[in-house]
């Protein structure tokens, strides 16, 4: 059995290179008139990511830590590798490469690409187990920000039900419904998962958290989410009722979700408003 070590050197010149190759307007950041190179600075890409400053240069210096898997999909996806670039990423940080079958965490260039080409609709990619993989900043400025390093920091059912906070952002009466919604699609994706110990990991966390969780698993219901209709209690622009469309990629387990305003509705107006205010003084709610 082949044992698999990191290679600090060869992932810090990766790192760095990636780096310089990404320009700021690919992500959705200025230029402006002080950069020294075209590509990302360092900062830059760990924000992208969700990690500390520090964590990301002591990398690119070659004296960090052993990434995690989750860390090196945040990082593929912030420096908008291709599925060659992150399976080399993980091989140089002493990690098996992800699963060929699926897309798993990684989000290709042309959707991220399509992320940015829609600045006034928000906008995420997420996976089918519910984790958050990637979002244009009107979606962030919408549904606020999500930890995209932690096991199950970014995925909306288990922040749903392990976060009461979270629920704030959405009218009482629909809690049930939410609920349900997501437990139904949840279960879609695991059976077309037998057997994936990513999903059954999950379920199993949020048994063991959520009595809610654990009574709705029981009904047993399935419904892949397709289409539907919401309302966010935003804290700077108020009530926002929304379309949510589900456009399936190509791999299959990876989703684009659309939130557009309904025919009639002054959504419109209220987004227009958000995009100007931005994210200031905005507490993150549930995405999805």
């Known amino acids: ?51 500390s400053a520090d964590y990301y240069i002591r990398l690119e210096q070659a004296r960090g830590p052993q990434p995690s898997p989750e860390m090196l999909a945040a990082l593929a996806r912030a420096l908008r590798l291709s599925a060659d670039e992150r399976d080399h990423l993980h091989l140089l940080a002493g990690r098996r490469p992800p699963a060929a079958r699926t897309a798993g965490d990684h989000v290709g260039p042309g959707l991220l690409h ?4 829609l600045p006034a609709t928000p906008v995420q990619v997420l ?24 096991e199950h920091g970014r995925n909306v059912v288990w922040r749903w039900f392990t976060d009461p906070a ?32 990513a999903a059954t990991r999950l379920v199993e966390r949020l048994r063991d958290a959520s009595e809610e969780f654990a009574g709705l698993w029981e009904l047993h219901e399935v419904a892949v989410r397709r289409a539907t209709r919401m309302r966010v209690l935003h804290p700077l622009i108020g009530p926002v009722d929304l379309d949510c469309q589900m456009l399936l990629a190509p791999e299959g387990d990876q989703r684009v979700v659309l939130y557009t305003p309904p025919a009639g509705s002054d959504t419109a107006e209220r987004l227009a408003l958000l995009k100007v205010v931005g994210t200031g003084q905005f507490d993150p709610a549930p995405a999805g």
């Open 114 to 117: 399509l992320l940015d080409q």
């Open 1 to 51: 059995m082949i044992t698999m070590t990191i290679d600090r050197p060869e992932l810090a010149d990766f790192l760095r290179r990636s780096r310089d190759r990404v320009r700021p307007q690919d992500v959705g950041l200025p230029a402006g008139p002080r950069r020294r190179t075209p590509g990302l600075r360092r900062e830059e890409v760990a924000q992208l990511a969700g990690m």
């Open 127 to 150: 996976g089918d187990l519910g984790d958050v993989l990637a979002q244009n900043a009107m979606a962030e400025a919408l549904l606020g920000g999500v930890c995209t390093v932690s």
């Open 166 to 197: 979270q629920r704030a952002a959405y009218p009482a009466a629909e809690h049930d419904y939410y609920g349900r919604l997501h437990v139904a699609d949840l279960r879609a994706a695991v059976g077309r998962r037998a057997g994936d110990p």
